[in-house]
């Protein structure tokens, strides 16, 4: 016989993403929405006590003297089983972090519930990528890269415009592309290797230092500048560093002053929670809206770890990325816009995917 | 977390002094004991008279065996199981001493058994014949004498040691009287060493006196379980320590109302020592420079000033004279409106300063004014200045038309402040939530 509460905890399982604020640890996000899903559960009214014999010296009947008292036995509920003595029903949800964002960052972050976790796993190992959002700021460079930090220098930046600028982008749209290719550990001189790259499948095997995969400017004025980024394998750290080296290309210097991440994969900025929304009714209504998307990376992910001791064979990465090309679709057809397939006009490859927010 | 909780190893011993039926004085005062509280277990609506029988059954046994309701059948099934309860209870004390009483046949079959063994060339002599299927035990249909049947010990079957008090609150009176006044006795026994300190706590002499106490000074019933749970050690402070700190509060002209109040909020206050309280007190009139009426007040509403360390607040003043630059008069304003600040978090409180002052321009003054925004949340202010930011209504001046006041931009739930404030949906908000 199944209470309440254990119903609601077996219907707790899958992904769901939050928008972690900025200056907040995201351990505190993990922790915040484990212990609104414990109240949830144990606000849940407990089981009926177990009842216990108990003899109770109650006054005879009328055949017995008045003096006399017979022991009768009776039902009573059990201290022992009280809420106070036993404690909440439940103690722990397992809770998971996908791809995590630093205290500076804030945006999109996925938590799993349950066996959610396990498909997280899957999403951590497969392909997809991550949307970030950097603000920059020219004229001043920081020990940390950030507009927080401590200032080690100030230089001016008038002789700075958004064609030079687009130029350092373009330079290093161009690097990367390299690295993508030389990691991806396909030969370039092949018509397959093309068509993958057409189509955006392109993506790096095993280890690989941070890659990104489109990067365009989207706001220019300055000292300040928005650049939008899709990347793979990064840190925020990394793209903190980007903004300094693209002030430094620039014959400038820069610091960021924000990194937002506004899709990780196929979860985007729409549908996360802020939040006031950290409870457990908006959570489970938040992992029946994404079941679809889990059990789809479950599939990919199962599928892919089958085929691990074939994974040189061609066929089988065809496979993976078809899964990929799936998966990515799926965030296509999430958004509410027309998909966005904007080529840039310096490289033919570069395919930037999602929305852009201004 | 290993607990061990030694159960009613205080009750049992005064028990074993006297099993006999025949009781000198110090039985009966312990009869009476056990007997009052049999009876204050059993429901009120039952008829005072017990028989002698009955009396004498309960006299003998330990709280525990007591309390499992004598019949006929318990005395001779508890002669059969006393034999194979002797070797599952052979730590226990009481057990072995009643062993040694009553069943000093078994001890010698053993030796015999291993005389037999040894021995096997002499087997003429009948001390040494051995019967192996008599039996040991008698007959459970056997009569035995009144006294024999009062002797008889049934082991308690709670056991010696135990993680939880789960197994000792339907017998132990402290325990289920304390459980219905509100204790949450799960969170207790998680802190080391508090379970036993209750099991080991006597009702009539330990609890209830202080209860009394604490019922006169005007806490209410409710109150006294979430009073319990915070400080179990109310319980083994002394009466006239308690009665002194009362009586030292009550002196420095704290109404009945306002002791009562401290209390409830501030459950370790009546576990300081007067001259703490008194040192605590003096600081707080000295330091504030507020007149004795209003460090009164400020006490009153947060009693825990006067338990905590004064460190942290002495840094906490240091903090607002120094880095915020208030003044004297303000600084007193702020700590008579919102005491809080005086144990908050110096981090958090410089961060929500910073970020009052320097972004969003409110001058000293102001924020003097309305010194609760310095109680609120930093995300909360930072979301919802720079959402009215956003749409050009961040408006912190008086003098100024369209004028925000501080305390309506914080403590205003959402949807109010979306409507009324900002003149924008929740939706918005929450849209522009995901920008910052």
């Known amino acids: 016989m199944t209470t309440q509460a254990v119903r609601l905890f077996r219907k707790m399982n899958g992904l769901f993403a939050v928008y972690k604020p900025q200056g907040v640890h995201w351990k505190h996000v993990r922790d915040s929405t484990e212990s609104n899903l414990l109240k949830a559960l144990n606000s849940c009214p407990p089981p009926a006590p177990q009842l216990a014999l108990q003899f109770q010296l109650l006054s005879g009947g009328e055949n017995c003297s008045s003096k006399d008292v017979v022991l009768s036995p009776s039902m009573v509920p059990t201290l022992a089983d009280h809420p106070l003595v036993t404690g909440p029903q439940f103690h722990k949800v397992h809770v998971g972090v996908g791809h995590r964002l630093d205290a500076f960052s804030s945006g999109v972050l996925v938590l799993g519930v349950g066996k959610g976790n396990g498909v997280l796993e899957h999403l951590c190992k497969s392909h997809v990528t991550r949307d970030y ?199 296509v057809e999430l958004s509410s816009s027309t998909s966005d397939t904007v080529v840039d006009r310096e490289t033919p490859v570069t395919l930037s995917e999602g929305r852009t927010k201004q | 977390m290993q607990l061990f909780i030694h159960a009613l190893g205080g009750a049992e011993t005064v028990h074993s002094a006297s099993p006999t039926k025949k009781t000198g004085n110090s039985t009966r005062t312990t009869g009476s004991r056990v007997y009052e509280e049999v009876y204050m277990l059993l429901p009120k609506t039952v008829v005072m008279h017990v028989c002698q029988r009955c009396v004498s059954l309960l006299l003998s046994r330990p709280l525990s065996a007591a309390l499992q309701q004598s019949t006929l059948a318990l005395h001779q099934r508890a ?141 209410e019933e409710t109150k006294l379980g979430q009073l319990l749970t915070k400080n179990p050690f109310i319980l083994t402070e002394s009466l006239d320590n308690l009665e002194a700190r009362v009586s030292y509060l009550k002196s420095k002209k704290f109404s009945k109302q306002s002791v009562a109040a401290m209390v409830s909020k501030a459950p370790y206050l009546l576990n300081f020592s007067v001259e703490r309280l008194d040192n605590r007190l003096g600081f707080f009139q000295k330091q504030l420079g507020l007149s004795a009426e209003k460090t009164r007040d400020v006490v009153t509403r947060l009693p825990k000033l006067l338990c905590g360390s004064l460190e942290p607040i002495k ?65 909360r202010i930072r979301e919802r200045h720079l959402f009215l930011e956003y749409l050009g209504r961040a408006q912190y001046q008086p003098s100024q038309p369209n004028y925000i006041s501080l305390d309506r931009l914080v403590f205003l739930p959402d949807e109010v402040f979306c409507s009324e404030v900002a003149l924008a949906t929740l939706e918005d908000f929450e849209r522009f939530q995901k920008t910052l």
């Open chain 1, 133 to 331: 959002t950097l603000e920059g700021e020219f004229g001043k460079a920081t020990d940390n890269f950030t507009h927080t930090g401590r200032v080690i220098e100030k230089t001016t930046y008038d002789h700075v415009t958004l064609d030079k600028l687009e130029r350092v982008l373009a330079m290093i749209q161009g690097a990367n592309q390299k690295a993508l290719i030389t990691y991806s550990q396909v030969d370039l001189h092949t018509q397959e290797a093309y068509e993958l790259a057409v189509r955006g499948l392109l993506y790096p095997h095993g280890k690989s230092p941070p890659i990104l995969t489109g990067l365009r400017c989207i706001h220019f004025n300055p000292p300040n500048f928005t650049l939008e980024v899709q990347c793979v394998n990064e840190t925020q750290k990394y793209l903190r560093k980007l903004i300094h080296e693209v002030g430094l290309e620039l014959r400038t210097s820069a610091v960021c002053s924000g990194v937002r991440r506004t899709r990780d994969g196929p979860f985007k900025v729409e549908n996360a929670l802020t939040r006031q929304h950290w409870t457990a009714d908006s959570i489970m209504q938040a992992i029946a809206h994404f079941s679809k998307t889990t059990r789809k990376i479950r599939k990919s992910g199962m599928y892919r770890q089958t085929a691990g001791p074939l994974n040189s064979s061609t066929q089988v990465q065809e496979q993976t990325r078809s899964q990929t090309e799936q998966i990515n679709l799926e965030h």
């Open chain 2, 79 to 219: 002669h059969l199981t006393l034999l194979q309860h002797s070797t599952r209870h052979t730590h226990s004390r009481q057990t072995w001493r009643h062993f040694t009483d009553h069943q000093a046949a078994s001890p010698d079959v053993y030796n015999k058994i291993d005389l037999a063994q040894k021995e096997v060339v002499p087997f003429n002599s009948d001390v040494h014949r051995i019967d192996l299927d008599a039996a040991v035990h008698p007959s459970p249909l056997q009569e035995i004498s009144e006294e024999e049947a009062v002797q008889i010990h049934v082991p308690s079957a709670l056991p010696p040691e135990s993680s939880t008090l789960r197994p000792y609150v339907d017998e132990s009176e402290t325990l289920s009287k304390l459980v219905q006044l509100g204790v949450n006795l799960w969170k207790l026994e998680q802190r080391p060493n508090v379970g036993s300190m209750l099991v080991r706590l006597d009702f009539h002499a330990d609890v209830a006196p202080k209860l009394l106490l604490l019922k006169d000074l005007g806490v």
């Open chain 2, 315 to 379: 840094e906490n003043l240091k903090v607002c004279e120094l880095e915020f630059g208030f003044r004297g008069n303000e600084i007193q304003h702020i700590v008579t409106t919102v005491p809080k600040v005086l144990i908050a978090n110096k981090r958090k409180l410089t961060q929500i300063f910073d970020f009052i002052h320097n972004t969003m321009d409110v001058p000293h003054s102001l924020i003097a004014k309305f010194p609760q925004v310095l109680n609120a949340k930093f995300l």
